[in-house]
Nanobody, 137 residues
């Protein structure tokens, strides 16, 4: 069973930065594509960013492209999301999630993309408590 523990959220003003962290256990973390989702009140959970097992592929939602940077440390089983130039529309609960092992994004399988990762993570349905990010204007 995958266990994830997000941290790093907080209340900031527009234009400021935050760095989220997510400790992952229960899987062999270096093998998996992982990423971040967010959910604002009254809205559906949306994929924000994902990263391949070896960090060579990263994908972002259009709304955060150029402002957010995803990274991972496979020795620490930890995923990060550096969020810069935050805007009030970034206010949401942020969740990290695991997709599938790298072998399932090659060969005859669809390659890794943000939509493919989102499909797999939502299917896997392993969520932590999340970390709240609130951006004031």
């Amino acid at each position: 069973q995958v266990h994830v523990e997000e941290s790093g959220g907080g209340l900031v003003q527009a234009g400021e930065n935050l760095r989220l962290s997510c400790k992952v256990s229960g899987i062999h973390f270096p093998d998996y594509a992982v990423g971040w989702f967010r959910q604002a009140p009254g809205k559906e959970r949306e994929a924000v960013s994902c990263i391949s097992w070896n960090s060579k592929q990263t994908y972002y939602a259009d709304s955060v492209e150029g402002r957010f940077a995803i990274s991972r440390d496979n020795y620490k089983n930890t995923l990060y999301l550096q969020m810069n130039s935050l805007v009030p529309e970034d206010t949401a609960m942020y969740y990290c999630a695991a997709g599938d092992p790298s072998a399932y994004y090659s060969g005859g399988y669809p390659p890794l993309s943000l939509s493919e990762f989102a499909h797999d993570a939502l299917r896997n349905n392993n969520w932590g408590q999340g970390t709240q990010v609130t951006v004031s204007s």
